[in-house]
């Protein structure tokens, strides 16, 4: 392979004004100088930047000094809307909190800036709120329902440690109807009580949260608890789930004249079907889920699946003409295949939630994984939309990336585990789940991660990939530890991943046979799409690069026209749009995406990949059918997702030819204001906070 060797132009330093008055206004607010000068200034940076949450900080600190405590409130809110992951709001947050005696918002805060900056916090008192608020604001936001910190009352201590969620309530808000995420145990014709056991004796060790538990299958339900529940269908059908708080819980049902015993297995689900008014008791609690109503409405499909393979490069697809995906190709020849389609980032968690979002990761404010920070309420994701459409929501098979964040707040149910979501297991109990819940109208996901690379130090290959390859090619690997999206090109990763391809689509090739015997064409829909490509193709592994953002996607079904493979610009962002148009609900005017011409939208123009990530350099490609620009800022990205874009590497590749590099300064100028567009949000020309550098020293080497 060719050496890559590119020459760069280098973004100059701008609003140098705008700087100074920034500046200004800092070091007033430093000294604690609020005078008519600081609101002078405030006023002309206000003029100057009135979307800027810098305005809320300052106007915020201003209130609180001079006693105006929920004006201050008010500005610190607005601020935190704007910019979540920020210290300097966060403290002001804090501050006005604890003023205001508002105990449990404070605490919440005070575990983001544990869990940020490893700022060390005093707790007046413990209380299992005061615990389940900290677990929440000092996790991660994924690997659901797994907690790097959980947070339980020892006594009157409190303590902490790698844990997870088994026969508990996820903290978060219950929905309108009151049911609220608890965790069970999935089980599926196997022994009552085995599983849920094994999940009461484990769930708090913390080897098993940190390694061996990641392939136990949590069946996250929306529920209720009691130990009578009364429930009239009023002469409609449902089905009612029910899981016990012990093994072999005893419980009775009484409908009509009769009554049954029933036996129920420790955090395990059963389902029963609900015609006649139901009495439900039992000596101790257990758990009842969220009725599910047995309905079909023709204003609804009888089914919407929609599919997510991790990791599938679809560069490397195109490159070997489809062959290791024949069923997934003749399935969707039906529909819409989009080939020129690209991941907004390059790794799971901010990826997931931009496709079920609609948004840009610095629009939803979810690309930081290290820190658990909620979607704003306001934001719909797509399984909302889908429930609120009438359909019964089953997350079918995921690994638990948006269940904390409330990204996935809109399914009744999830089955998840963290690491080995097959297709083969997916496709069966999609298959099952079709069958059992029929008479309704299905909204299902499926996450599958056979195409995942990993580390082979952290996750067994393929086993056809163990045995066909020669020592010298089974050994010929990165042996550095690195992150799957940096592995390089080698013999072992590139066939693991194509075995994970086929190995896929031969799984969804029974899937797609079912579905084509029995249902017809106009009674579903089917998206297939990618939440990134992967790098092992490429022994330059660059996020931004052709294989690891060309991601897949695709889809058939009511409404969609057979137009088979399309070359026209596609986003992952644009997911939603689609969403939006086949199954007949409203996009949102905050969302980011566009209609794809071949299905009656606007082809668009060019397509945004970039990475937030703090910690490290802030990197971004705009894509026009012909042209690639790419940008690489000289700062590392900070917690809050802001970066210094003065001194970014730029330049522009012809997309039709291997590193072919042009020059034209207007098509320059043509990138560089959408880069500017796209980033003035968060780029901040140096207008940073030095408290929150000074915490990250290996950053931005502000201390040491």
């Not at 600081?38 to 006693?67: M, T």
């Not at 089955?415 to 069958?435: F, K, P």
């Not at 939006?580 to 005017?589: E, W």
């Amino acid at each position: 392979m060719k050496e890559r060797k590119i020459n760069v132009a280098f973004w100059p330093a701008e609003e140098v004004e705008g700087l100074a008055l920034f500046r200004k206004l800092q070091q007033k607010w430093e000294q604690k100088d609020f005078d008519d000068e600081y609101l002078a200034l405030l006023a002309e940076y206000k003029k100057k930047y009135p979307e800027s949450e810098h305005v809320d900080i300052f106007a915020g600190y201003f209130a609180l000094h001079y006693g105006e405590v929920k004006e201050a409130l008010k500005y610190a809110e607005a601020a935190w809307q704007k910019r979540k992951y920020n210290l300097i709001i966060w403290k002001l947050l804090i501050e006005c909190y604890d003023k205001l005696n508002m105990l449990m918002k404070k605490i919440k805060f005070q575990g983001y800036c544990r869990n940020a900056y490893d700022i060390e916090m005093k707790l007046p008192f413990c209380t299992e709120e005061i615990a389940q608020t900290l677990t929440m604001s000092n996790n991660i936001g994924d690997y659901a329902p797994f907690l790097i910190d959980k947070f339980t009352l020892n006594g009157n201590k409190l303590v902490r440690d790698v844990a997870s969620l088994g026969g508990e309530y996820v903290p978060l808000s219950a929905d309108k109807d009151g049911y609220q995420y608890w965790v069970g145990v999935f089980v599926n014709q196997e022994p009552l009580n085995s599983k849920g056991s094994l999940l009461f004796r484990e769930k708090d060790i913390p080897e098993f949260a940190s390694s061996y538990g990641a392939d136990m299958v949590f069946d996250i339900v929306k529920s209720k608890t009691g130990k009578k529940f009364k429930f009239d269908p009023q002469g409609k059908k449902y089905i009612i789930s029910l899981a016990g708080s012990e093994a072999s819980q005893e419980i009775t049902i009484a409908s009509g004249k009769k009554e049954y015993n029933v036996i129920l297995g420790n955090w395990e689900y059963s389902h029963y079907r609900i015609e006649q008014p139901v009495e439900i008791k039992g000596k101790k609690e257990f758990f009842m889920g969220k009725p599910i109503l047995l309905e079909h409405s023709p204003k609804r499909k009888k089914l919407v699946l929609n599919i997510l393979v991790d990791a599938l490069s679809w560069q490397a697809m195109k490159e070997q003409n489809y062959v290791l995906l024949p069923n997934v190709m003749k399935f969707f020849a039906k529909g819409v295949i989009f080939n020129n389609n690209f991941s907004v980032g390059e790794f799971t968690y901010p990826s997931i939630h931009t496709i079920e979002t609609g948004m840009y990761p610095h629009h939803s404010q979810i690309y930081n994984e290290h820190i658990n920070m909620p979607l704003s309420p306001e934001y719909m994701v797509i399984s909302e939309q889908m429930q609120k459409l009438g359909y019964y929501c089953v997350n079918i098979m995921g690994s638990g990336d948006a269940l904390y964040t409330g990204g996935y707040r809109g399914y009744d149910r999830l089955i998840t585990n963290s690491y080995a979501t097959r297709a083969y297991e997916g496709v069966e109990r999609t298959i099952q789940h079709l069958e059992a819940f029929g008479e309704c109208d299905q909204f299902l996901f499926m996450h599958i991660m056979d195409v995942h690379p990993w580390q082979i130090s952290t996750i067994s290959m393929p086993l056809a990939t163990q045995t066909c390859l020669s020592l010298e090619d089974r050994l010929w690997q990165n042996q550095e530890k690195v992150a799957s999206v940096y592995l390089k090109y080698s013999p072992l990763y590139a066939h693991a991943n194509m075995m994970g391809i086929q190995n896929t689509d031969r799984s969804l090739g029974i899937l797609f046979d079912y579905l084509e015997s029995h249902y017809n064409d106009d009674e579903y829909v089917v998206q297939l799409y990618s939440d990134h490509g992967a790098s092992v193709y490429d022994n330059y592994p660059y996020l931004m690069s052709r294989y690891q953002t060309s991601a897949a996607y695709m889809v058939r079904g009511a409404g969609i026209p057979a137009l088979g493979i399309v070359d026209e610009l596609t986003s992952a962002v644009d997911i939603y749009n689609v969403m939006a148009k086949v199954n007949g609900f409203a996009t949102p005017d905050y969302v980011d995406g566009n209609l794809p011409k071949a299905l009656g939208g606007k082809e668009r123009e060019y397509t945004i990949s970039n990475s937030i990530f703090p910690g490290q350099t802030y990197k971004l490609c705009i894509r026009t059918k012909q042209y690639e620009f790419q940008l690489e800022s000289k700062e590392f990205v900070d917690v809050d997702g802001t970066v210094d874009l003065t001194g970014a590497s730029m330049y522009i590749l012809d997309r039709r030819y291997e590193w072919h590099q042009c020059y034209d300064r207007n098509l320059l100028e043509y990138f560089m204001n959408i880069a500017r567009e796209h980033t003035k949000s968060f780029c901040t020309w140096g207008r940073n906070w030095p408290e929150m550098r000074k915490l990250k020293p290996k950053w931005f080497g502000e201390a040491e």
